[in-house]
């Protein structure tokens, strides 16, 4: 098997379903609403995505739960090949934003990622997360939470959410306070807003890499300008698919962004919630581009520089 890096991966996106329906039976609370008659997550939009996302991470409330839920998402990460995955870990879902909770979180999934690594599964990493429609100054308890737990295991700072709230400057002193305590930075842009999203996010937030950023195709001087800085965008094509920006992989422009030197890497971001895994990534591309073994060991590369994990760590990956 191909071995596969991870770059954009949403820990409570990647919950498997059975795994929410157990906790919510547990603690008698009615989410069946969210499930189609499969079992399934149900929506049919970003709006409804994100609804139905936050009502499966309610049932998610102790740290307990997200160690169990860190080592289910590990166990099919390891089923994929995975060897290295940074996730999004979101203090606001984890204790509410507040930095004592956080912290005893943050040990139980800590624990379980090395747990998972010592027998032989991915090596993980958190990168912290303010959700954007919870608006800025949630965003700034979130930084501070990562500030204040940055180091080995919490390399990164990003921003999820609905990308069509506010603007990323809004967002800039959480991104300052994450880049003083030395985290890497990430931001979704460039998915449901169009170029000059991206644009903001460089210029405003100084992130390194991009969320997504596939819409940057629409404006080739953007991507020229990519290309140009070595910006890694973590574009996650069955992600696009499923949530209806481009019809299939065939019209989506990770093989063009590539073509015209940008950095590309491909992640699940939501996996179950998207039908997809990494091995179905894997494969898409190779139907829709003919990607073989040494396009998808180049792109691991890719996303290995630009992982945010320590340079000893980077060394014993691929
Ligand atoms: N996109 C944006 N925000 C999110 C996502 C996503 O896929 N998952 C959880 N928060
Ligand atoms: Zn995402």
Redesign the pocket.
């Known amino acids: 098997m191909i071995p596969k890096l991870e770059l ?1 991966l ?1 820990l ?2 990647a919950a498997p379903p059975a795994l929410i329906r157990d906790l919510a039976a547990r603690r008698h609370i009615d989410i069946s609403g969210i499930f189609d008659e499969r079992g399934r997550y149900k929506f049919t939009d ?1 709006a409804g ?2 609804a139905v ?1 936050e009502a499966a991470t309610s049932v998610l409330q102790s740290p307990e739960d997200y160690a169990r839920l860190t080592r289910a998402v590990l166990e099919d990460s390891a089923d994929q090949g995975v060897v290295y995955a940074e996730t ?1 870990l ?1 203090p606001d879902f984890c204790g509410g934003g507040d930095l004592s909770a956080w912290r005893d979180y943050l040990a139980a999934i800590e624990e379980a990622a090395a747990q998972c690594a010592a027998q032989g599964g991915p090596e993980l990493r958190g990168i912290l ?1 303010c ?2 429609h919870f608006g800025p100054e949630r965003a700034k308890r979130a930084a501070l939470c990562a500030a204040e737990t940055a180091g080995r295991f919490v390399t990164g700072f990003g921003m ?4 069509t709230v506010g603007a990323q400057k809004d967002y800039a002193w959480s991104f300052d306070c994450a880049r003083e305590a030395g985290l890497g930075l990430t931001t ?1 842009a460039g ?1 449901w807003r169009g170029p000059q999203e991206i644009r903001d996010a460089l210029q405003d937030l100084g992130v390194t890499r991009i ?2 950023g596939v819409r940057a195709i629409e404006d080739l001087a953007l991507v020229d300008e990519l290309a140009e800085r070595g910006i890694t965008l973590e574009v ?1 094509p069955g ?1 696009n698919i499923a ?1 209806g920006l481009y019809p299939d992989l065939r019209h989506h422009p990770i093989s063009e962004l590539d073509r015209r030197g940008v950095k590309v890497t491909i992640s699940t ?2 996996p179950p ?2 039908h997809t895994s990494l091995t179905r990534e894997y494969e898409g591309l190779h139907a829709a581009f003919d990607w073989d073994e040494g396009q998808f060991m180049r792109l691991g590369h890719t996303a290995l520089d630009a992982a945010f994990c320590d340079t000893d760590t980077k060394a014993r990956i691929l």
């Open positions: 954009h949403h409570e996106g970003f995505f994100l996302y999004f979101s997360t959700v954007r999820g959410g609905d990308e979704h998915e969320g997504h996650c992600s949530l971001d939501d919630f998207f």
